[in-house]
């Protein structure tokens, strides 16, 4: 029998909160690559929710420009 990696895409429902604000959350359809490790959503849309930012982190976008995102 053969191991093999399943990966590919999917969408999964996910509701981000801060524990610090409990009661506001940010809820999206989120399109997930299951072979990814980041995963990015609204800078706005997170803060409304009470999510600060606690650093940046610089992507290569697949054009090979340099895009840089809290």
């Known amino acids: 029998m053969n191991n093999v990696n399943i ?13 610090a604000e409990p009661n506001a959350a940010y809820e999206a ?8 490790t980041h995963s990015l959503a ?9 999510i600060q930012p606690v650093g940046k982190t610089t992507y ?3 054009n090979g420009r340099l895009e840089e995102y809290e």
């Open 7 to 19: 990966i590919g895409l999917t969408h999964v429902t996910v509701k981000l909160r801060s524990l």
């Open 29 to 36: 359809d989120f399109l997930v690559d299951t072979w990814e």
């Open 42 to 50: 609204p800078a706005a849309e997170l803060r409304k929710a009470g």
């Open 60 to 62: 290569e976008l697949a």
